[in-house]
């Protein structure tokens, strides 16, 4: 069975630094997410505020309002905030030891460790819980530097990249992944992310808590064991940031260490500026595209769109001009699903079709 989890996300929850909080409410492969915190939302279904479509996770006002209304103290206290501080504020420390005294384990997706904190470490050895330093990278005698192996392997390797952090690139690459899986292909999924492996990814790095100079390494060495264990019929690649901002390097280490065939982009076409510096534009989705195509001389073969402050009038106005502009099949899979993606798949990678056809067929 799975560790129930009651997941913190005060202020944030269905916004862009509410991703890890959004994402674990969407799918949770590890856990059973049983509430969220946030006090602006309180009472509300989780479900219903971020797709319109109750899924039974209620948001709780506190902690204490929480405790007081779940059957069961919850086993897990995930923080479900993504701030682009990355770091615990004072009123928070104070919320994180309580989950400790009520006997909660403490998931923490920020690059502060808390495993380093000797108030939070004695907390957690008095009342005989854990602590799970999500981005917490392993020591550099265990980290891996690029090898070539990633040259040598003909798996069909889609990467999903995007034009700014926080745009929907996981959301995208796990829908696509469970679609895939029910025509019966099998399926490896690299998580990059810290949401990503709180959802259960079985390969996968946080890349960004990585030393640049282990990150392409980290990122081949992922899409290798999933090659290695689980002979996959295709890898999708979670991608981070967008290889045009000039804050994060991210993007670029997962292209060199994937090595992708094919790039799907992710644009939310009415943000105007980046999400965490509203002083510099959002790149346009052409300018991303030929970036990618010329940084990684691999083709873009579709386009998703994060419907953020969009009508469904505006989504699918956006979708047709994406497809007359770029030539390329444009979807919202939140809202329209990914069959265009996986049309795309199969026309790119026909051997992809035929396994298809032969698991339906048997």
Same mark, same amino acid.
């Given at each position: 069975?799975?560790?129930?989890?009651?997941?913190?996300?005060?202020?944030?929850?269905?916004?862009?630094?509410?991703?890890?909080?959004?994402?674990?409410?969407?799918?949770?492969?590890?856990?059973?997410?049983?509430?969220?915190?946030?006090?602006?939302?309180?009472?509300?279904?989780?479900?219903?505020?971020?797709?319109?479509?109750?899924?039974?996770?209620?948001?709780?006002?506190?902690?204490?309002?929480?405790?007081?209304?779940?059957?069961?103290?919850?086993?897990?206290?995930?923080?479900?905030?993504?701030?682009?501080?990355?770091?615990?504020?004072?009123?928070?420390?104070?919320?994180?030891?309580?989950?400790?005294?009520?006997?909660?384990?403490?998931?923490?997706?920020?690059?502060?460790?808390?495993?380093?904190?000797?108030?939070?470490?004695?907390?957690?050895?008095?009342?005989?819980?854990?602590?799970?330093?999500?981005?917490?990278?392993?020591?550099?005698?265990?980290?891996?530097?690029?090898?070539?192996?990633?040259?040598?392997?003909?798996?069909?390797?889609?990467?999903?990249?995007?034009?700014?952090?926080?745009?929907?690139?996981?959301?995208?690459?796990?829908?696509?992944?469970?679609?895939?899986?029910?025509?019966?292909?099998?399926?490896?999924?690299?998580?990059?992310?810290?949401?990503?492996?709180?959802?259960?990814?079985?390969?996968?790095?946080?890349?960004?808590?990585?030393?640049?100079?282990?990150?392409?390494?980290?990122?081949?060495?992922?899409?290798?064991?999933?090659?290695?264990?689980?002979?996959?019929?295709?890898?999708?690649?979670?991608?981070?940031?967008?290889?045009?901002?000039?804050?994060?390097?991210?993007?670029?280490?997962?292209?060199?260490?994937?090595?992708?065939? @094919?790039?799907? %982009?992710?644009?939310?076409? +009415?943000?105007?500026? /980046?999400?965490?510096? $509203?002083?510099? *534009?959002?790149?346009?989705?052409?300018?991303?595209?030929?970036?990618?195509?010329?940084?990684?001389?691999?083709?873009?073969?579709?386009?998703?769109?994060?419907?953020?402050?969009?009508?469904?009038?505006?989504? @699918?106005?956006? %979708?047709?001009?994406?497809? +007359?502009?770029?030539? /390329?099949?444009?979807? $919202?899979?939140? *809202?329209?699903?990914?069959?265009?993606?996986?049309?795309?798949?199969?026309?790119?990678?026909?051997?992809?079709?035929?396994?298809?056809?032969?698991?339906?067929?048997?």
């Amino acid at each position: 069975m799975k560790e129930t989890a009651i997941v913190y996300c005060e202020n944030m929850f269905g916004t862009m630094d509410g991703k890890t909080a959004n994402g674990l409410v969407r799918r949770s492969d590890k856990y059973q997410v049983v509430g969220v915190i946030d006090s602006t939302k309180a009472g509300v279904d989780a479900g219903d505020y971020l797709e319109g479509k109750p899924n039974n996770i209620p948001i709780f006002a506190s902690l204490e309002q929480a405790l007081l209304q779940l059957s069961k103290v919850p086993d897990q206290f995930i923080y479900g905030i993504a701030p682009s501080e990355a770091f615990l504020k004072r009123y928070e420390r104070e919320i994180v030891l309580e989950a400790m005294k009520q006997g909660m384990s403490i998931v923490n997706t920020l690059h502060e460790f808390f495993t380093n904190d000797e108030e939070f470490v004695k907390h957690s050895i008095k009342y005989g819980v854990m602590i799970n330093d999500v981005r917490k990278p392993p020591e550099k005698k265990d980290m891996h530097l690029f090898s070539g192996r990633i040259l040598d392997i003909n798996t069909p390797t889609v990467a999903v990249l995007g034009t700014d952090s926080a745009v929907g690139k996981r959301t995208t690459s796990v829908i696509l992944e469970e679609a895939l899986i029910k025509m019966g292909l099998k399926v490896a999924f690299v998580a990059t992310g810290q949401t990503g492996l709180i959802q259960g990814a079985k390969y996968g790095v946080a890349i960004d808590a990585i030393p640049s100079q282990f990150m392409t390494g980290e990122i081949e060495n992922q899409v290798m064991r999933a090659y290695d264990n689980d002979n996959p019929d295709i890898i999708i690649v979670e991608g981070q940031g967008a290889l045009s901002h000039p804050a994060y390097i991210s993007s670029c280490s997962i292209i060199r260490g994937s090595r992708p065939s @094919s790039i799907i %982009v992710q644009h939310p076409p +009415k943000r105007k500026n /980046l999400g965490d510096f $509203d002083y510099m *534009k959002m790149p346009t989705i052409q300018s991303e595209i030929e970036l990618i195509e010329t940084f990684s001389k691999s083709k873009v073969i579709g386009v998703t769109i994060n419907h953020e402050n969009m009508s469904d009038t505006e989504i @699918s106005e956006a %979708v047709t001009t994406y497809e +007359k502009d770029l030539k /390329l099949p444009a979807t $919202d899979v939140l *809202k329209h699903g990914c069959d265009k993606l996986i049309d795309t798949l199969f026309t790119t990678y026909p051997e992809l079709a035929r396994k298809k056809n032969k698991v339906l067929v048997n």
